[in-house]
Each structure stands twice: as structure tokens, then as C-alpha cells.
């Protein structure tokens, strides 16, 4: 039996992950705003400490994963929320939880998007992200697009993964990444509902080369192999797992 905690264990992607974890023995702490072991608002610096105290009190003898699943969508308003739950709270969630992945050598599994290679890297946003300046990326972000929320946000947390790796790994823990394409979740609904996004999104899921969106299950199956014993040697890894989508898109980048 392993312990992992993750955030965003109450529905979509990150519940059915958790419903999966539990069914094969293992004990899941699962963070969420809705309902969990811990509720906190990981959008706030006091949510994200009562977080990483929450689970904490529950893990002592440490953490063989961590999965920081919680996120929202581009059509969350304010954008300011979605660097602030997407790339601050992950990053502090990440870090807060160091020494008990150390304790037991465990991995780190981030929540990309196949949206992240969509805004570059030298964007203002993503670098206001990367240096660490919650104010100033939330300031910026404001006068922007969801989009760029969005795909920034899981532009920058894949690239703080990547950066990290080396680091992390000194210290026993592994960080990866999955990297998923439109999935049905209440996530999806709340983008399929908005009059600009709806649309567009709508248009993309009828491009994907496989011919038809994904499941919860069908992320969720992958990112449990990532957790397994028999992905010991997955390091700094993004998997996309988009029926096709990235490839489609940048077929001469990898
Ligand atoms: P979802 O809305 O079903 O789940 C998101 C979870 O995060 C919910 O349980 C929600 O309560 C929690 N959450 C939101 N704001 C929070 C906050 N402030 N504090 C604590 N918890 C909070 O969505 P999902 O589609 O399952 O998304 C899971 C992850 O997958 C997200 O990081 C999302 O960006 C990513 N993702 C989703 C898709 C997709 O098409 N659904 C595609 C790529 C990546």
C-alpha cells in the first residue's frame, strides 16, 4: 500500500485517478476546495498552507506521490485565479511537500495541458511565472486572454517541472508530467458553455486524429502507470495524452 496526496480529487480527472488508486489498496489524501480530506481555496497563500499542513498531519512517515491535479479552466474569471491556482499553488503545494516525497523517495505527477505549447516560453506571463512574482503574473494576466491564462499557466508549471528535475532528483524525487488533451469533465462543460470559447473548443475536439475526446479514465490510466513501480525510470517526462491533438499541431517538435 502506497500514500499519495493530490489536489483536485473531487471530480474530473483527478476523482476518477483517486477512485482508481483506492480500488488497488492504496491510501489517497486528496486536497480539494469541494470536498476531500482537506479543504482549502489553493487559489489564497492560507489555502495552500492549510494544504500542505493538512496533509502533513496525515502523512508523517511521508508521501511515495504527490499529484497536483486541482486547475481551472480558461473561462475562470478572474484570469488572476487561474495563474493563481494553476502555477502558484502547484509550485508552493510542490515545495511545501518536499521533505515528505524525500522521506520516501517518492514522484511528483504535474497536471500539463496539450494547450502549454501553444503560448512560448519568453512570453511576459510565463516569465512572470517563472520568476516566482505571483502579483505582478496575476497584474499581467488581467489585461490578457483565458487562453493565455490557460496555456500559459501549464506552460510555466511544465517548465518548472523540466527545471527542477535535476534538482529534485538529488534528492531522490522524481517530477513528471502528463499532459492532457480534452477531456470530459465538468472542466470541458464549463468551456463548452461559454459563448467564445464553446465554440472553438467544440471545433478542436472534432479535429482529434483518434476522432473522439477523452475520458476521465483514459487520462487517469496513464497517469497511474506513470505513478507505478514499473515507471521507476520516468524522469522529467511530459506524456501528452491528446488522442493525436500535439502531434497533429507540431508534427516537426518534440
Ligand atoms: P475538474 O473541474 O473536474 O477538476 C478540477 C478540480 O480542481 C475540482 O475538484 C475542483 O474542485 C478543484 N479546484 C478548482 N479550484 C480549486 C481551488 N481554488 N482550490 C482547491 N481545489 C480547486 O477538471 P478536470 O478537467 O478534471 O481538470 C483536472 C486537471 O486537468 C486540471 O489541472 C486541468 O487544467 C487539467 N486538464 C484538463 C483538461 C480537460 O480537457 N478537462 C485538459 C488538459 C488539462
Known amino acids: 500500500m502506497r500514500t499519495y496526496a493530490m489536489t483536485g480529487g473531487a471530480t474530473g480527472i483527478g476523482a476518477e485517478l483517486k477512485r482508481q488508486l483506492l480500488a488497488a489498496g492504496h491510501r489517497v489524501i486528496s486536497v480539494d476546495i469541494k470536498e476531500g480530506d482537506v479543504i482549502a481555496d489553493l487559489s489564497t497563500a492560507a489555502g495552500r498552507q492549510a494544504a500542505i499542513d493538512g496533509v502533513r498531519a496525515l502523512s508523517p512517515e511521508g508521501l511515495d506521490a504527490f499529484i497536483p491535479c486541482a486547475g481551472l479552466p480558461p473561462v475562470a474569471k478572474p484570469f488572476s485565479l487561474i495563474a493563481q491556482v494553476n502555477y502558484f499553488a502547484v509550485v508552493a503545494t510542490v515545495e511545501g511537500l518536499r521533505d515528505l516525497l524525500a522521506k520516501k523517495k517518492g514522484n511528483v505527477l504535474f497536471v500539463s495541458s496539450n494547450s502549454a505549447p501553444m503560448i512560448g516560453t519568453a512570453d511576459p506571463f510565463v516569465q512572470a511565472c517563472l520568476a516566482g ?122
Open 133 to 254: 512574482d505571483e502579483a505582478a503574473a496575476c497584474a499581467m494576466v488581467e489585461g490578457r486572454d483565458g487562453q493565455t491564462a490557460y496555456g500559459g499557466s501549464k506552460r510555466a508549471v511544465t517548465i518548472w517541472m523540466r527545471r527542477h528535475v535535476v534538482e529534485y532528483a538529488a534528492a531522490g524525487i522524481r517530477l513528471n508530467a502528463v499532459a492532457p488533451g480534452i477531456t470530459m469533465t465538468p472542466l470541458t462543460d464549463r468551456v463548452l458553455a461559454d459563448k467564445e470559447f464553446g465554440p472553438a473548443i467544440k471545433a478542436f475536439g472534432d479535429m482529434v486524429p483518434v476522432g473522439y475526446n477523452a475520458q476521465p479514465v483514459h487520462i487517469a490510466n496513464v497517469m497511474r502507470f506513470m505513478l507505478s513501480d514499473e515507471a521507476s525510470y520516468l524522469c522529467g517526462s511530459v506524456f501528452f495524452v491528446d488522442g493525436g491533438s500535439d502531434a497533429m499541431l507540431r508534427p516537426d517538435d518534440f
